[in-house]
């Protein structure tokens, strides 16, 4: 199931901590659900937010998302009911596999044709998940005062504690689950009178928002915090706590039924414990499809398999004495149980018992970075200012008003009573004037970007200009904060002190942004100008790390006359002897002030050392024509084809070629059988609809690859996926091996446009003598990775006709004949033996194998097409004449007037 939200306006920090709390209410009822936010600060777009769910019948071990399969998607329609009025003028679009939903009355309907389709962003790197944003915190019952005091008593705490019993609600939950994980923040996550009555509440609601703080305390040696833990986490949480924590934390994983997750070699656990953990696994995993209480069909009896699973539990877990009682009955001490709800319940406590007797191993045992990340984001959480709830209602929205202040029962003290005053001083404290634009305040916010996990104390953010509750904000909105504030000072300042820190800030992802968007005070400023060009020089001179990065910080420059004249100069040069000429090569295809003149300079560049093979830097021109698109290349582009060894860095001009109506379609045909460039021709002419013929004929191509390229690279999807069905048809038939993650690729879900036909693809056998150099060696690598004895002989012939090719400039692609001894024991070792073993074995060859084998390998490839592109005389003449006024105005630019 999939979602997005769209608007002409971006989200704005309210907003965002709104949907951060809508994810928090739902995630206690949906395990994994949330909303991808821009991490970036908010700016305006389409596409404001996306998600998606997969529901999923699991073992009785693992929660499906909170529930079972039709109960999970009717809770996916509750949470988008609320998601679709959470924020003013947003259009929410929502589709599953088979297609789309539309708002209907008052509900969610299928195949509703004027339904939005669902956006999801070409790159996801730029997105951050809702669950860790900040959320704004959920009003609070005021039975639940007692549990935010900074020193309570622990009647009041009790009191409070019994109060969130039997409550229901995804609000009243949040409320109450917020409010209990706050008591273990502000307690210090030690042990007090009443803990363990807020773990069991805790695990009573189902508060799975909540499973940090309770990790904290599992990290603490809190008792009974680990029997909570367990009955809390999901994946994503199982996930968080191995990422840095010790291998135990892996082991909890295992128990909890996400057991691959991460690896548990090495962790502190006793035989016994992970012999039970691997035999609870088992038995879980044998009652998957076993019919359930709420299931709508009966589904499978427990198999004797299973109850053979249970068995072998209950032996291994005997030395660990768990507590028998009825919960624990049907696992423990298992007689005759039907009914799965029971075992459900059993698992569940199980879990709890074993989870306990790993406590010891995880204390301690989170990543340093972890335990003081989540310690401050719990404890300001904790001390968030919060509303008090009217009514327990069963739902209700995310909260819009501005929040009032905390109830406070009792002057508090200790560890509590220090973090609240310092809580009070920051939010009575108000916001200075900015400070002057000095240099001392750039380089000080500088230092912070370079560093955003290191926050200074408040009264220094004061002196920054920097609000209060900047403390409380994640890595991408402190570093918005930075660049926005950064903003507000003087541009000249900030580009010269970047500048003068340039070798520790270039290799800061974050310092484009702020750096970048202010160059335009470089052009009228010689002593900036200058510094900009020193920078250049050093970062290569000195191999600074990182420098490859000023391409992307200066480009804005690229076409000023100071900075393209240094470029000139590095290609006018006749020999790599200058450092950054590579950066320079790049540097050049941003210079789109002069277009022109650099595509002119690298056509000329190029003109001069064609068929030089010491000329190693002509790949770098090639990207840069590429990047600058100009048509007036294209003939530069084919005419580079013609250098044997620089056909497959060629392949990147691909593109530029196909832009060409006139030449395009011809040349590239023909360069689809030169090697290693198939793919990349086959991508170009799909993406262009004047090339349709030509990709309809790639579409019955006899290399596999072709054919998912040219399919792929259909732009219509209905069209795209009946393509892509029928190639795939193809090489089922064919019976390739095919990687995984290649058919992985084309499961896209939407409708099929009409079905289509594909001729078969040939025997692989026959690929051996393609005239189509990728073909020629897809084939010969498939045949030795299949090493099926039939193919033996034609293998042998087709070996031979690659070496021959070898020796007219081919690519040599040898069989491993080693390992078809294996397969085929009379297969000779050596080269003689093994040609006279293929002449007199038995058995028909493909046509070109047996002419290889009866007019000798050389006489076969003398006849075949050479690795580059040929062009007749007339062709080279005319491209020529074509190229030859871009070539003299390149020259003039880099070497003066003839």
């Not at 819009?400 to 009792?410: C, E, K, L, M, Q």
């Not at 446009?753 to 690929?767: D, K, M, N, S, T």
Request: net charge negative; charged share 25%.
């Amino acid at each position: 199931m999939y979602w997005s939200l769209h608007r002409a306006t971006a989200l704005s920090e309210r907003e965002r901590r709104d949907a951060a709390a809508h994810v928090l209410r739902w995630r206690n009822v949906l395990d994994g659900y949330d909303l991808c936010l821009p991490a970036e600060a908010p700016r305006d777009g389409d596409l404001v937010a996306w998600g998606s769910l997969r529901p999923s019948h699991g073992d009785p071990r693992r929660s499906d998302h909170g529930g079972y399969l039709l109960a999970v998607m009717e809770r996916v329609f509750d949470a988008m009911t609320e998601l679709r009025g959470l924020f003013a003028d947003a259009e929410l679009a929502f589709a599953d596999d088979f297609g789309t939903y539309g708002w209907a009355g008052d509900g969610w309907e299928p195949q509703v044709r004027t339904a939005r389709q669902v956006g999801q962003p070409a790159h996801r790197d730029g997105w951050v998940a809702a669950s860790a944003l900040a959320p704004w915190p959920a009003p609070i019952s005021p039975a639940a005062a007692a549990l935010l005091a900074g020193d309570p008593t622990a009647a009041a705490v009790s009191a409070s504690v019994a109060a969130s019993h039997g409550v229901s609600g995804l609000a009243p939950i949040a409320g109450w689950a917020e409010a209990l994980a706050a008591r273990l923040a502000l307690d210090g996550w030690a042990p007090r009178p009443w803990t363990a009555d807020v773990l069991d509440a805790i695990a009573a609601l189902g508060a799975r928002s909540t499973w940090r703080a309770v990790a904290l305390a599992v990290d603490a040696g809190v008792p009974g915090a680990a029997a909570a833990l367990a009955r809390l986490v999901d994946r994503d949480a199982c996930a968080a706590l191995t990422k840095r924590g010790a291998p135990s934390w892996a082991v909890f994983a295992d128990l909890v039924g996400h057991t691959a997750v991460a690896s548990s070699a090495g962790a502190a656990v006793g035989d016994a414990v992970r012999h039970a953990i691997r035999s609870l696994v088992d038995a879980g995993g044998h009652l998957q499809g076993v019919g359930r209480y709420d299931d709508d069909e009966a589904g499978a009896p427990i198999s004797p398999a299973a109850r053979a699973a249970i068995a072998a539990f209950a032996t291994a877990a005997a030395p660990l004495g768990l507590p028998l009682d009825e919960a624990t009955q049907p696992l423990l001490a298992p007689g005759g149980a039907e009914e799965i709800d029971e075992l459900d319940d059993a698992f569940a406590a199980v879990i709890g018992a074993v989870a306990a007797r790993l406590a010891p191993a995880l204390t301690g045992a989170l990543g340093a970075l972890d335990r003081a990340a989540w310690r401050a984001l719990a404890v300001a959480a904790a001390l968030e200012p919060r509303e008090t709830a009217a009514a327990e209602a069963p739902v209700a929205p995310a909260p819009v008003a501005a929040p009032a202040a905390p109830p406070v029962a009792a002057p508090p003290s200790g560890i509590a009573a220090a973090l609240t005053r310092l809580d009070a001083v920051v939010r009575d404290a108000t916001t200075p004037p900015p400070a002057p634009a000095d240099e001392a305040l750039v380089d000080a916010l500088l230092s912070m970007l370079a560093a955003p996990d290191d926050v200074p104390p408040a009264a220094r953010l004061a002196e920054l200009g920097l609000a209060a509750d900047y403390r409380r904000d994640g890595r991408s909105e402190r570093c918005a904060r930075l660049a926005r504030r950064l903003a507000e000072l003087d541009a000249a300042v900030v580009v010269a002190r970047v500048l003068a820190r340039a070798e520790q800030l270039i290799d800061v992802y974050e310092i484009g942004p702020v750096f970048t968007p202010r160059l335009d005070c470089v052009v009228g400023d010689p002593a900036l100008m200058e510094r900009v060009l020193a920078v250049w020089h050093e970062a290569f001179a000195a191999r600074w790390r990182g420098a490859f990065g000023l391409v992307r910080l200066i480009a804005p420059l690229a076409g000023t006359a100071p900075v393209f004249t240094r470029l000139l100069d590095v290609v006018a040069a006749p020999d790599r002897d200058r450092a950054g000429d590579d950066a320079c090569f790049d540097l050049l295809a941003y210079a789109v002030a002069r277009k022109d003149d650099a595509v002119a300079a690298l056509a000329a560049r190029l003109h001069a050392d064609r068929g030089n093979p010491r000329a190693v830097w002509r790949h770098l021109a090639y990207r840069g024509l590429r990047e600058l698109g100009s048509p007036d290349a294209v003939a530069t582009a084919i005419l580079e084809f013609t250098a044997p060894e620089r056909v497959r860095e060629a392949a990147v001009m691909v593109p530029l070629i196909a832009r060409d109506a006139t030449l395009g379609a011809a040349i590239l045909e023909r360069l689809v059988d030169l090697p290693e460039v198939a793919i990349e021709v086959t991508r170009a002419i799909g993406r262009h609809a004047g090339f349709e013929a030509l990709g309809r004929r790639l579409l019955a191509h006899p290399a596999w690859q072709v054919r998912l390229a040219a399919a792929r690279a259909i732009s219509d999807g209905d069209t795209r996926r009946a393509y892509l069905a029928a190639a795939w048809r193809s090489i089922d038939a064919a019976r390739v091996a095919v990687p995984s993650d290649e058919r992985a690729r084309d499961h896209e879900g939407g409708p099929i446009g009409a079905p289509v036909e594909l001729p078969p693809l040939p025997a692989l056998v026959e690929g051996l003598t393609s005239t189509c150099a990728d073909h020629r060696h897809a084939a010969l690598r498939g045949v030795d990775d299949r090493r099926d004895p039939a193919d033996a002989a034609a293998l042998v012939w087709g070996d031979e006709l690659d070496r021959a090719l070898q020796r007219r400039g081919h690519r040599r692609a040898a069989p491993r004949w080693h390992a078809w001894r294996e397969v085929a024991p009379a297969l000779a070792a050596g080269r003689s033996a093994r040609l006279a073993w293929a002449r007199a074995a038995a058995g028909p060859l493909p046509d070109g194998l047996a002419r290889v084998r009866d007019l000798g390998a050389d006489a076969v490839a003398a006849g075949w097409p050479p690795p580059y592109l040929v062009l007749t005389d007339d062709e080279r003449a005319s491209l020529t004449a074509v190229e030859a006024p871009l070539v003299a105005r390149g020259a003039a630019l880099l070497w003066g007037p003839a």
